[in-house]
Protein backbone atom coordinates (compact mmCIF):
# COMPACT_ATOMS: atom_id res chain seq x y z
CA UNK A 1 0.00 0.00 0.00
CA UNK A 2 1.08 3.78 -0.36
CA UNK A 3 1.05 3.88 2.94
CA UNK A 4 4.31 2.17 3.42
CA UNK A 5 6.19 3.73 0.49
CA UNK A 6 8.23 6.28 2.79
CA UNK A 7 8.84 4.03 5.30
CA UNK A 8 11.13 2.36 3.38
CA UNK A 9 13.68 4.63 3.59
CA UNK A 10 14.24 4.04 7.21
CA UNK A 11 15.90 0.78 6.78
CA UNK A 12 19.22 0.91 6.23
CA UNK A 13 22.24 2.88 4.66
CA UNK A 14 20.69 2.90 1.47
CA UNK A 15 17.76 3.88 -0.74
CA UNK A 16 15.50 1.80 -1.42
CA UNK A 17 14.91 0.01 -4.61
CA UNK A 18 12.35 1.44 -7.13
CA UNK A 19 10.66 -1.94 -7.52
CA UNK A 20 10.31 -1.91 -3.67
CA UNK A 21 9.12 1.57 -4.14
CA UNK A 22 6.95 0.45 -7.07
CA UNK A 23 5.72 -2.41 -5.13
CA UNK A 24 4.63 -0.58 -1.99
CA UNK A 25 2.84 2.30 -4.19
CA UNK A 26 1.01 0.56 -6.85
CA UNK A 27 -0.12 1.85 -9.99
CA UNK A 28 0.52 5.25 -11.14
CA UNK A 29 3.31 7.48 -12.85
CA UNK A 30 6.51 7.09 -11.56
CA UNK A 31 8.97 9.85 -10.19
CA UNK A 32 11.71 11.63 -11.78
CA UNK A 33 14.78 10.13 -9.76
CA UNK A 34 16.94 12.11 -8.64
CA UNK A 35 18.22 9.47 -6.32
CA UNK A 36 20.06 7.05 -8.20
CA UNK A 37 23.35 8.19 -10.09
CA UNK A 38 22.59 7.00 -13.40
CA UNK A 39 23.75 8.06 -16.86
CA UNK A 40 20.49 9.17 -18.28
CA UNK A 41 21.41 9.44 -21.91
CA UNK A 42 22.89 5.56 -21.97
CA UNK A 43 21.82 3.42 -23.62
CA UNK A 44 19.85 5.17 -26.00
CA UNK A 45 16.16 3.86 -26.85
CA UNK A 46 17.43 2.37 -29.83
CA UNK A 47 19.82 0.17 -27.60
CA UNK A 48 16.51 -0.52 -25.03
CA UNK A 49 14.56 -1.57 -28.26
CA UNK A 50 17.36 -4.20 -29.92
CA UNK A 51 18.10 -5.35 -25.79
CA UNK A 52 14.17 -6.13 -25.57
CA UNK A 53 14.19 -7.80 -29.27
CA UNK A 54 16.54 -10.48 -27.43
CA UNK A 55 15.00 -10.54 -24.20
CA UNK A 56 13.55 -14.42 -24.30
CA UNK A 57 17.15 -15.71 -25.62
CA UNK A 58 18.86 -13.71 -22.98
CA UNK A 59 16.64 -14.90 -20.17
CA UNK A 60 16.28 -18.63 -21.40
CA UNK A 61 20.31 -19.49 -21.66
CA UNK A 62 23.34 -19.49 -19.87
CA UNK A 63 25.92 -17.03 -20.25
CA UNK A 64 29.00 -17.37 -20.80
CA UNK A 65 32.09 -17.78 -18.46
CA UNK A 66 33.49 -14.43 -16.45
CA UNK A 67 36.65 -14.95 -18.27
CA UNK A 68 34.93 -14.84 -21.46
CA UNK A 69 33.05 -11.72 -21.19
CA UNK A 70 36.48 -9.85 -19.05
CA UNK A 71 38.40 -10.50 -22.11
CA UNK A 72 35.66 -9.09 -24.46
CA UNK A 73 36.07 -6.29 -21.87
CA UNK A 74 39.75 -5.94 -21.70
CA UNK A 75 39.63 -5.82 -25.37
CA UNK A 76 37.34 -2.46 -25.64
CA UNK A 77 39.68 -1.02 -22.66
CA UNK A 78 42.66 -2.17 -23.99
CA UNK A 79 43.69 -4.01 -20.45
CA UNK A 80 45.54 -7.18 -20.36
CA UNK A 81 42.93 -9.64 -19.01
CA UNK A 82 45.79 -11.13 -16.53
CA UNK A 83 44.89 -7.65 -14.36
CA UNK A 84 41.44 -7.13 -14.44
CA UNK A 85 38.66 -9.27 -12.46
CA UNK A 86 34.91 -8.73 -12.81
CA UNK A 87 32.43 -8.71 -10.86
CA UNK A 88 28.46 -9.12 -10.00
CA UNK A 89 28.72 -5.07 -9.54
CA UNK A 90 31.13 -3.14 -7.69
CA UNK A 91 30.07 -4.61 -4.30
CA UNK A 92 30.68 -7.90 -5.19
CA UNK A 93 34.40 -7.13 -5.56
CA UNK A 94 34.45 -4.86 -2.45
CA UNK A 95 33.53 -7.44 -0.17
CA UNK A 96 35.45 -10.29 -1.61
CA UNK A 97 38.63 -7.17 -1.13
CA UNK A 98 37.24 -7.23 2.31
CA UNK A 99 37.73 -11.02 2.81
CA UNK A 100 41.26 -11.66 1.39
CA UNK A 101 42.74 -8.52 1.37
CA UNK A 102 42.06 -6.53 4.81
CA UNK A 103 43.28 -8.22 7.65
CA UNK A 104 42.68 -5.89 10.34
CA UNK A 105 41.96 -2.23 9.73
CA UNK A 106 40.80 -0.16 7.19
CA UNK A 107 40.97 3.61 6.70
CA UNK A 108 38.09 5.61 4.46
CA UNK A 109 36.94 9.47 5.26
CA UNK A 110 33.66 9.71 5.47
CA UNK A 111 31.23 10.78 4.37
CA UNK A 112 31.36 8.20 1.52
CA UNK A 113 29.65 5.10 0.11
CA UNK A 114 28.03 3.02 2.91
CA UNK A 115 29.69 -0.13 1.56
CA UNK A 116 33.32 0.99 2.65
CA UNK A 117 32.07 1.08 6.09
CA UNK A 118 30.00 -1.18 6.51
CA UNK A 119 31.40 -4.27 4.56
CA UNK A 120 34.37 -4.45 7.22
CA UNK A 121 32.30 -3.48 9.91
CA UNK A 122 30.71 -6.62 9.44
CA UNK A 123 33.08 -8.93 9.34
CA UNK A 124 34.88 -7.33 12.59
CA UNK A 125 37.42 -5.25 11.18
CA UNK A 126 38.45 -1.87 12.73
CA UNK A 127 37.64 1.07 9.83
CA UNK A 128 39.52 4.35 10.53
CA UNK A 129 36.73 7.12 9.31
CA UNK A 130 38.39 10.15 8.42
CA UNK A 131 36.01 12.71 8.67
CA UNK A 132 35.37 15.51 5.78
CA UNK A 133 35.10 19.17 6.97
CA UNK A 134 31.98 20.52 5.69
CA UNK A 135 34.14 24.00 6.78
CA UNK A 136 36.47 22.59 4.21
CA UNK A 137 33.84 21.68 1.59
CA UNK A 138 34.11 18.33 2.25
CA UNK A 139 38.06 18.28 0.43
CA UNK A 140 40.15 15.69 1.22
CA UNK A 141 43.59 17.05 2.40
CA UNK A 142 45.94 13.73 1.54
CA UNK A 143 48.76 14.66 3.67
CA UNK A 144 46.76 14.89 6.56
CA UNK A 145 44.52 11.78 5.48
CA UNK A 146 48.13 10.34 5.39
CA UNK A 147 49.04 11.24 8.58
CA UNK A 148 46.21 9.81 10.29
CA UNK A 149 46.22 6.67 8.84
CA UNK A 150 49.95 5.97 10.36
CA UNK A 151 49.01 7.67 14.05
CA UNK A 152 46.55 5.11 13.73
CA UNK A 153 48.65 2.10 12.28
CA UNK A 154 46.19 1.18 9.44
CA UNK A 155 46.91 -1.42 7.46
CA UNK A 156 44.43 -0.55 4.09
CA UNK A 157 43.56 3.17 2.62
CA UNK A 158 40.39 3.84 0.69
CA UNK A 159 40.21 6.78 -1.23
CA UNK A 160 37.06 7.64 -3.57
CA UNK A 161 37.25 9.79 -6.83
CA UNK A 162 35.30 11.35 -7.33
CA UNK A 163 33.77 10.65 -3.68
CA UNK A 164 29.95 9.76 -2.81
CA UNK A 165 27.97 11.84 -2.27
CA UNK A 166 30.19 14.93 -2.18
CA UNK A 167 31.36 14.49 -5.73
CA UNK A 168 35.27 15.81 -4.25
CA UNK A 169 37.90 14.85 -6.84
CA UNK A 170 41.43 14.33 -6.61
CA UNK A 171 43.80 14.92 -9.23
CA UNK A 172 46.13 11.93 -10.68
CA UNK A 173 49.48 12.93 -10.08
CA UNK A 174 48.33 14.06 -6.26
CA UNK A 175 47.01 10.07 -5.37
CA UNK A 176 50.23 9.00 -7.18
CA UNK A 177 52.34 10.32 -4.92
CA UNK A 178 50.26 9.04 -1.99
CA UNK A 179 50.45 5.45 -3.33
CA UNK A 180 54.22 5.82 -3.36
CA UNK A 181 53.89 7.73 0.50
CA UNK A 182 51.99 4.03 1.38
CA UNK A 183 53.58 1.82 -0.48
CA UNK A 184 54.68 -0.24 2.90
CA UNK A 185 50.43 -0.62 3.33
CA UNK A 186 48.58 -4.10 2.92
CA UNK A 187 46.14 -2.44 0.58
CA UNK A 188 45.40 1.32 -1.50
CA UNK A 189 41.92 1.20 -3.39
CA UNK A 190 41.24 3.79 -5.29
CA UNK A 191 37.05 3.72 -5.80
CA UNK A 192 36.53 5.16 -9.38
CA UNK A 193 33.29 4.19 -9.67
CA UNK A 194 32.06 7.99 -10.91
CA UNK A 195 35.06 8.67 -12.73
CA UNK A 196 34.00 9.05 -16.25
CA UNK A 197 31.73 11.59 -15.54
CA UNK A 198 35.01 13.98 -14.50
CA UNK A 199 36.32 16.53 -16.33
CA UNK A 200 38.64 18.60 -14.11
CA UNK A 201 41.50 16.34 -15.90
CA UNK A 202 42.10 14.98 -19.58
CA UNK A 203 43.10 11.45 -17.91
CA UNK A 204 42.81 11.23 -14.27
CA UNK A 205 42.68 7.24 -13.94
CA UNK A 206 45.13 5.72 -12.01
CA UNK A 207 44.94 2.42 -13.18
CA UNK A 208 47.99 2.40 -15.38
CA UNK A 209 49.86 2.90 -11.97
CA UNK A 210 47.62 0.64 -10.31
CA UNK A 211 48.97 -2.24 -12.78
CA UNK A 212 52.66 -1.58 -11.70
CA UNK A 213 52.51 -1.50 -7.78
CA UNK A 214 52.45 -4.11 -6.05
CA UNK A 215 49.31 -3.40 -3.07
CA UNK A 216 46.67 -0.69 -5.23
CA UNK A 217 43.42 -1.88 -6.71
CA UNK A 218 41.72 0.86 -8.78
CA UNK A 219 38.11 -0.32 -8.71
CA UNK A 220 35.48 0.50 -11.29
CA UNK A 221 31.96 0.67 -12.30
CA UNK A 222 29.94 0.06 -15.18
CA UNK A 223 26.11 -0.12 -14.54
CA UNK A 224 26.70 3.82 -12.84
CA UNK A 225 28.34 4.73 -16.41
CA UNK A 226 25.91 3.27 -18.79
CA UNK A 227 23.04 3.65 -16.85
CA UNK A 228 22.38 0.04 -16.54
CA UNK A 229 22.52 -0.34 -12.46
CA UNK A 230 19.86 -3.74 -12.53
CA UNK A 231 22.70 -5.65 -14.75
CA UNK A 232 25.37 -5.44 -11.50
CA UNK A 233 28.77 -5.37 -13.75
CA UNK A 234 31.93 -3.71 -12.53
CA UNK A 235 35.59 -4.12 -12.94
CA UNK A 236 38.58 -4.19 -10.64
CA UNK A 237 42.07 -3.16 -12.36
CA UNK A 238 45.62 -4.44 -10.50
CA UNK A 239 49.05 -6.20 -10.91
CA UNK A 240 48.30 -9.77 -12.10
CA UNK A 241 48.56 -11.44 -8.41
CA UNK A 242 46.89 -9.25 -6.98
CA UNK A 243 44.06 -9.04 -9.56
CA UNK A 244 44.03 -12.85 -9.54
CA UNK A 245 43.70 -13.66 -5.86
CA UNK A 246 40.60 -11.97 -6.00
CA UNK A 247 39.73 -13.55 -9.56
CA UNK A 248 40.38 -17.30 -8.37
CA UNK A 249 37.69 -16.64 -5.43
CA UNK A 250 34.83 -15.87 -7.96
CA UNK A 251 32.13 -17.96 -9.61
CA UNK A 252 32.94 -19.00 -12.95
CA UNK A 253 29.31 -17.47 -14.06
CA UNK A 254 29.42 -14.37 -11.46
CA UNK A 255 28.16 -12.54 -14.89
CA UNK A 256 24.68 -13.15 -16.07
CA UNK A 257 23.56 -12.69 -19.45
CA UNK A 258 22.35 -9.21 -19.70
CA UNK A 259 26.01 -8.10 -18.39
CA UNK A 260 27.49 -10.28 -21.06
CA UNK A 261 25.28 -8.76 -24.02
CA UNK A 262 25.66 -5.36 -23.29
CA UNK A 263 29.49 -5.78 -22.80
CA UNK A 264 29.45 -7.64 -26.00
CA UNK A 265 27.47 -4.66 -28.06
CA UNK A 266 28.80 -1.48 -26.30
CA UNK A 267 32.12 -1.80 -29.43
CA UNK A 268 28.99 -0.31 -31.28
CA UNK A 269 28.04 2.61 -29.81
CA UNK A 270 31.50 4.25 -28.28
CA UNK A 271 30.08 7.20 -30.26
CA UNK A 272 26.80 7.31 -28.29
CA UNK A 273 28.53 6.87 -24.83
CA UNK A 274 31.13 9.46 -25.69
CA UNK A 275 27.88 12.00 -26.58
CA UNK A 276 26.04 11.08 -23.46
CA UNK A 277 29.05 11.54 -21.05
CA UNK A 278 29.60 15.39 -22.55
CA UNK A 279 25.73 15.59 -22.11
CA UNK A 280 25.64 14.96 -18.38
CA UNK A 281 28.71 17.52 -17.35
CA UNK A 282 26.69 20.20 -19.27
CA UNK A 283 23.87 19.00 -17.40
CA UNK A 284 25.90 19.31 -14.13
CA UNK A 285 27.15 22.96 -14.88
CA UNK A 286 23.31 23.96 -15.81
CA UNK A 287 21.84 21.99 -12.77
CA UNK A 288 24.21 23.69 -10.06
CA UNK A 289 23.33 26.84 -11.54
CA UNK A 290 20.05 26.97 -11.35
CA UNK A 291 19.87 25.57 -7.78
CA UNK A 292 22.21 28.47 -6.71
CA UNK A 293 19.92 30.40 -7.38
CA UNK A 294 17.62 29.41 -4.37
CA UNK A 295 18.35 31.17 -1.28
CA UNK A 296 20.36 29.74 1.65
CA UNK A 297 21.09 26.28 -0.50
CA UNK A 298 24.63 25.77 -0.84
CA UNK A 299 25.61 23.74 -3.61
CA UNK A 300 29.20 22.11 -3.41
CA UNK A 301 31.32 21.74 -6.40
CA UNK A 302 31.36 17.98 -7.96
CA UNK A 303 32.89 15.95 -10.66
CA UNK A 304 30.71 12.97 -10.37
CA UNK A 305 27.12 12.70 -12.39
CA UNK A 306 25.29 14.31 -8.72
CA UNK A 307 25.24 17.39 -6.71
CA UNK A 308 25.79 17.73 -3.03
CA UNK A 309 24.01 20.16 -1.76
CA UNK A 310 23.39 21.88 1.82
CA UNK A 311 19.51 22.87 2.82
CA UNK A 312 19.16 26.12 4.36
CA UNK A 313 18.68 26.89 8.15
CA UNK A 314 15.12 25.19 9.85
CA UNK A 315 14.94 22.84 6.93
CA UNK A 316 14.96 19.24 7.79
CA UNK A 317 16.07 16.54 5.28
CA UNK A 318 13.85 13.85 5.90
CA UNK A 319 10.79 16.23 5.94
CA UNK A 320 12.11 17.71 2.21
CA UNK A 321 12.98 14.24 0.85
CA UNK A 322 9.44 12.99 1.72
CA UNK A 323 7.56 15.92 0.82
CA UNK A 324 9.63 15.76 -2.72
CA UNK A 325 8.35 12.48 -3.32
CA UNK A 326 4.50 12.29 -1.87
CA UNK A 327 3.50 16.47 -3.47
CA UNK A 328 5.89 16.46 -6.11
CA UNK A 329 6.41 12.47 -7.04
CA UNK A 330 10.12 13.77 -7.44
CA UNK A 331 12.91 10.81 -5.32
CA UNK A 332 15.50 12.76 -4.03
CA UNK A 333 18.78 10.76 -1.70
CA UNK A 334 18.31 12.30 1.81
CA UNK A 335 21.77 11.81 3.16
CA UNK A 336 21.16 11.72 7.22
CA UNK A 337 22.00 8.00 7.33
CA UNK A 338 25.22 8.37 5.17
CA UNK A 339 27.91 8.17 8.16
CA UNK A 340 29.57 11.44 8.39
CA UNK A 341 27.17 13.42 6.97
CA UNK A 342 23.41 14.89 8.70
CA UNK A 343 19.75 15.10 7.55
CA UNK A 344 20.77 19.04 6.16
CA UNK A 345 22.60 17.97 2.82
CA UNK A 346 20.84 16.03 0.05
CA UNK A 347 22.73 14.48 -2.69
CA UNK A 348 20.71 15.52 -6.00
CA UNK A 349 21.63 13.35 -9.32
CA UNK A 350 22.77 14.97 -12.68
CA UNK A 351 19.61 14.75 -15.03
CA UNK A 352 18.55 16.83 -18.37
CA UNK A 353 17.34 20.59 -18.27
CA UNK A 354 13.66 19.75 -18.00
CA UNK A 355 13.81 17.16 -15.17
CA UNK A 356 15.77 20.27 -13.46
CA UNK A 357 13.18 22.79 -13.69
CA UNK A 358 10.71 20.64 -12.27
CA UNK A 359 12.99 20.09 -9.45
CA UNK A 360 13.84 23.39 -8.37
CA UNK A 361 10.03 25.00 -8.77
CA UNK A 362 9.08 21.68 -6.31
CA UNK A 363 12.49 22.50 -4.26
CA UNK A 364 10.78 26.21 -3.90
CA UNK A 365 7.40 25.47 -3.23
CA UNK A 366 8.91 22.63 -0.57
CA UNK A 367 11.29 24.71 1.10
CA UNK A 368 9.73 28.16 1.43
CA UNK A 369 6.23 27.85 0.36
CA UNK A 370 4.41 30.59 -1.54
CA UNK A 371 7.18 32.44 -1.35
CA UNK A 372 11.05 32.44 -0.89
CA UNK A 373 12.77 33.08 2.21
CA UNK A 374 10.27 30.62 4.83
CA UNK A 375 12.28 27.75 5.18
CA UNK A 376 10.25 24.15 5.86
CA UNK A 377 10.48 23.84 9.90
CA UNK A 378 12.39 21.16 11.13
CA UNK A 379 10.52 17.35 12.46
CA UNK A 380 9.13 18.35 16.03
CA UNK A 381 7.04 15.28 16.56
CA UNK A 382 9.46 13.00 18.56
CA UNK A 383 11.12 11.65 15.12
CA UNK A 384 13.94 9.38 16.83
CA UNK A 385 15.79 9.83 13.55
CA UNK A 386 19.51 9.60 14.36
CA UNK A 387 22.22 11.52 11.66
CA UNK A 388 25.42 10.43 10.26
CA UNK A 389 26.94 13.31 11.63
CA UNK A 390 26.00 12.72 15.11
CA UNK A 391 26.89 9.08 14.76
CA UNK A 392 30.15 9.40 13.58
CA UNK A 393 31.16 12.24 15.92
CA UNK A 394 30.13 9.75 18.56
CA UNK A 395 32.09 6.40 17.16
CA UNK A 396 35.64 8.55 16.62
CA UNK A 397 35.11 10.77 19.50
CA UNK A 398 34.85 8.09 22.27
CA UNK A 399 35.96 5.25 20.56
CA UNK A 400 37.90 5.27 17.50
CA UNK A 401 36.63 1.90 16.64
CA UNK A 402 39.12 0.50 19.25
CA UNK A 403 38.13 1.48 22.31
CA UNK A 404 40.64 4.64 22.61
CA UNK A 405 39.29 7.94 23.95
CA UNK A 406 40.55 11.10 21.80
CA UNK A 407 41.87 14.11 23.64
CA UNK A 408 39.84 16.23 21.48
CA UNK A 409 36.24 15.90 19.51
CA UNK A 410 35.45 15.87 15.92
CA UNK A 411 35.36 18.64 13.83
CA UNK A 412 37.14 20.95 16.31
CA UNK A 413 40.85 22.20 14.39
CA UNK A 414 42.53 18.75 12.83
CA UNK A 415 40.80 15.88 12.31
CA UNK A 416 40.67 12.71 15.25
CA UNK A 417 44.49 11.84 16.06
CA UNK A 418 45.82 14.98 13.81
CA UNK A 419 48.40 17.65 15.16
CA UNK A 420 49.26 20.34 12.73
CA UNK A 421 51.93 19.54 10.37
CA UNK A 422 55.04 21.03 11.06
CA UNK A 423 56.83 23.43 8.08
CA UNK A 424 58.82 21.62 5.81
CA UNK A 425 59.21 23.89 3.11
CA UNK A 426 56.70 25.23 0.05
CA UNK A 427 54.45 22.53 -1.01
CA UNK A 428 55.60 19.52 1.29
CA UNK A 429 54.13 17.89 4.31
CA UNK A 430 56.32 16.10 7.57
CA UNK A 431 58.86 13.66 6.22
CA UNK A 432 57.38 10.04 6.55
CA UNK A 433 59.09 7.48 8.42
CA UNK A 434 62.02 5.51 6.91
CA UNK A 435 60.86 3.44 4.52
CA UNK A 436 56.75 4.81 3.54
CA UNK A 437 57.86 6.68 0.04
CA UNK A 438 57.95 10.21 -0.63
CA UNK A 439 56.78 13.43 1.06
CA UNK A 440 53.33 14.35 -0.32
CA UNK A 441 51.85 17.79 -1.25
CA UNK A 442 50.04 19.86 1.33
CA UNK A 443 46.57 20.49 0.61
CA UNK A 444 45.71 21.18 -2.66
CA UNK A 445 46.31 20.25 -6.10
CA UNK A 446 49.86 19.97 -7.53
CA UNK A 447 51.91 23.15 -8.86
CA UNK A 448 50.61 24.10 -11.98
CA UNK A 449 47.41 22.76 -11.60
CA UNK A 450 43.61 24.14 -11.32
CA UNK A 451 42.08 22.99 -8.64
CA UNK A 452 39.68 20.47 -9.39
CA UNK A 453 35.83 21.83 -9.87
CA UNK A 454 33.78 22.53 -12.67
CA UNK A 455 34.23 25.76 -15.11
CA UNK A 456 31.38 27.06 -13.55
CA UNK A 457 32.62 26.79 -9.80
CA UNK A 458 36.04 27.97 -11.08
CA UNK A 459 34.68 31.66 -11.11
CA UNK A 460 33.71 30.63 -7.34
CA UNK A 461 36.15 28.39 -5.67
CA UNK A 462 33.56 28.22 -2.39
CA UNK A 463 30.67 26.48 -2.55
CA UNK A 464 27.77 28.63 -4.09
CA UNK A 465 25.42 30.02 -1.94
CA UNK A 466 22.27 31.92 -3.19
CA UNK A 467 21.90 35.67 -1.16
CA UNK A 468 19.00 35.82 0.45
CA UNK A 469 15.83 37.14 -1.35
CA UNK A 470 14.05 37.36 1.85
CA UNK A 471 14.14 37.18 5.36
CA UNK A 472 14.04 33.23 6.49
CA UNK A 473 11.71 32.90 9.07
CA UNK A 474 12.68 30.98 12.30
CA UNK A 475 11.87 27.32 12.12
CA UNK A 476 8.79 25.86 13.87
CA UNK A 477 9.39 24.45 16.76
CA UNK A 478 7.41 21.68 18.60
CA UNK A 479 5.38 22.76 21.45
CA UNK A 480 7.23 21.86 24.71
CA UNK A 481 6.59 18.25 26.43
CA UNK A 482 4.94 18.21 29.64
CA UNK A 483 7.08 18.36 33.00
CA UNK A 484 6.74 15.10 35.16
CA UNK A 485 4.18 16.00 37.97
CA UNK A 486 7.17 14.42 40.53
CA UNK A 487 10.78 15.06 39.11
CA UNK A 488 13.27 13.65 40.53
CA UNK A 489 15.20 16.05 42.93
CA UNK A 490 18.60 15.95 41.12
CA UNK A 491 17.56 14.94 37.55
CA UNK A 492 20.19 15.62 35.05
CA UNK A 493 19.79 16.64 31.65
CA UNK A 494 18.52 14.41 29.31
CA UNK A 495 21.23 13.05 27.01
CA UNK A 496 21.42 10.50 23.92
CA UNK A 497 22.49 6.82 24.87
CA UNK A 498 26.12 6.70 25.27
CA UNK A 499 28.07 3.91 23.13
CA UNK A 500 30.24 1.45 25.18
CA UNK A 501 33.35 2.63 26.03
CA UNK A 502 35.20 -1.01 26.32
CA UNK A 503 38.99 -0.40 28.12
CA UNK A 504 41.96 0.47 25.53
CA UNK A 505 43.04 -2.17 22.86
CA UNK A 506 46.10 -4.04 23.61
CA UNK A 507 48.59 -3.72 20.76
CA UNK A 508 48.71 -6.32 17.81
CA UNK A 509 46.25 -6.98 15.04
CA UNK A 510 42.70 -7.84 15.31
CA UNK A 511 42.68 -12.15 14.71
CA UNK A 512 40.79 -13.02 11.79
CA UNK A 513 36.83 -13.66 12.61
CA UNK A 514 37.12 -11.93 15.74
CA UNK A 515 34.85 -8.67 15.81
CA UNK A 516 37.40 -6.04 16.25
CA UNK A 517 37.57 -4.61 19.63
CA UNK A 518 35.38 -1.81 20.37
CA UNK A 519 33.79 -2.25 17.12
CA UNK A 520 30.55 -0.83 16.41
CA UNK A 521 27.54 -2.77 13.99
CA UNK A 522 26.18 -0.81 11.33
CA UNK A 523 22.99 -0.50 12.93
CA UNK A 524 24.34 0.86 15.92
CA UNK A 525 26.15 3.41 13.63
CA UNK A 526 23.30 4.71 11.73
CA UNK A 527 20.94 4.47 14.63
CA UNK A 528 16.81 4.31 13.91
CA UNK A 529 14.21 6.47 12.48
CA UNK A 530 10.40 6.51 12.82
CA UNK A 531 7.58 6.06 9.76
CA UNK A 532 5.95 8.57 7.77
CA UNK A 533 2.93 9.82 6.27
CA UNK A 534 1.53 7.77 3.10
CA UNK A 535 2.10 8.69 -0.17
CA UNK A 536 0.34 7.97 -3.75
CA UNK A 537 1.24 5.41 -5.61
CA UNK A 538 4.53 5.06 -7.55
CA UNK A 539 5.85 3.33 -10.81
CA UNK A 540 9.25 3.44 -12.67
CA UNK A 541 9.63 6.87 -14.66
CA UNK A 542 10.39 5.91 -18.80
CA UNK A 543 13.84 5.78 -19.82
CA UNK A 544 15.49 8.81 -22.44
CA UNK A 545 18.26 8.25 -24.74
CA UNK A 546 21.05 10.42 -26.70
CA UNK A 547 21.78 10.25 -30.06
CA UNK A 548 24.81 10.86 -32.02
CA UNK A 549 28.58 11.07 -31.35
CA UNK A 550 31.79 10.59 -32.67
CA UNK A 551 34.23 7.62 -30.65
CA UNK A 552 34.72 5.20 -27.87
CA UNK A 553 35.92 6.99 -24.35
CA UNK A 554 38.68 4.46 -22.97
CA UNK A 555 37.08 3.82 -19.68
CA UNK A 556 40.73 3.17 -17.89
CA UNK A 557 42.20 6.35 -20.09
CA UNK A 558 44.85 4.28 -22.11
CA UNK A 559 43.66 5.60 -25.60
CA UNK A 560 40.65 4.52 -27.46
CA UNK A 561 39.80 1.34 -28.94
CA UNK A 562 37.56 1.46 -32.28
Not at 47 to 64: H, Q, V
Not at 510 to 524: D, E, F, K, S, Y
Amino acid sequence: MAGNVTSLFRSGAHSPSMAALTREGGEGAGPVDFCIPCNPYFPTPAMMETMASRLKDIITFYPSSADTITAELCQLLQLPPQAVAMGNGSTELITWIDHLLVRESLAIPVPTFGRWTDQPMETGKRVDMFPLQESNGFALDLAQYAEFIRKRATRVAVICNPNNPDGGFLHKQALVQFMDAMADLDLIVIDESFLEFADAEAEPSVVQEAMLRPNVIVLRSLGKNFGLHGIRFGYMVANPSLAGKVRSMLPKWNLNAFAEYVVFMLKEHGAEYAQSLLQVRKDRLEMASQLSVLPGLTVYPSQGNFLFVRLPVGAEGTVVRDRMLTEHRILVRECGNKIGSSSRFLRLVVRPEVDVRRLVSAMEQVLYGSRRGAAVPELGNGTSYSSGTAAVDRLVSETNGAGMQLAQAVGMGPGPGLTAAPAMGPGLAAAPAAGVGMPLPVAGPPAGMPMPMPAAAMQQPQPMVAQMQAPMQAPMQAPPMQAPVQPPPMQMPMQQAPVPVPAPAPAGPTPTGVPARGGLTAAQVRGMTAPAPPPPGLAPAPATGWPNAQSWPNAAGMGQAG
